[in-house]
């Protein structure tokens, strides 16, 4: 049987919705049942949402551990001399919103 490609999109958009809703669920009772509990989200996509209260339509996350920039840095260190680091980089460093 062939499975188009709208079916798959559509299964993993419900299979991240589903995610999304699991963890702003797990970190809302966390912030409720232990108030001083710090959560911190560990993500890619630069979602200006992750620490925003979950009353405002957030994730409510304290705070955001940006691996897209930690990545970065590790392939710039592993595969550039530094005299051949290029502008690039301060995009890579400032195209996604921080908590």
Known sequence: A???LVA???TLV???RGSIIYLVGANYFLLKKYPNV???AEEVSGNPGVCSPVEEGGQGFDYRLAMA???MWIKLLKHEKN???EAKIVH???NRRFC
Do not use: K, M
Request: net charge negative; hydrophobic share 45%.
């Open 69 to 71: 920039i930690h990545d």
């Open 83 to 85: 005299e051949d680091w």
């Open 8 to 10: 798959i999109r559509c």
């Open 38 to 40: 710090i959560t911190i």
């Open 92 to 94: 890579t460093l400032e």
């Open 2 to 4: 062939t499975i188009s």
């Open 14 to 16: 419900s299979l991240l």
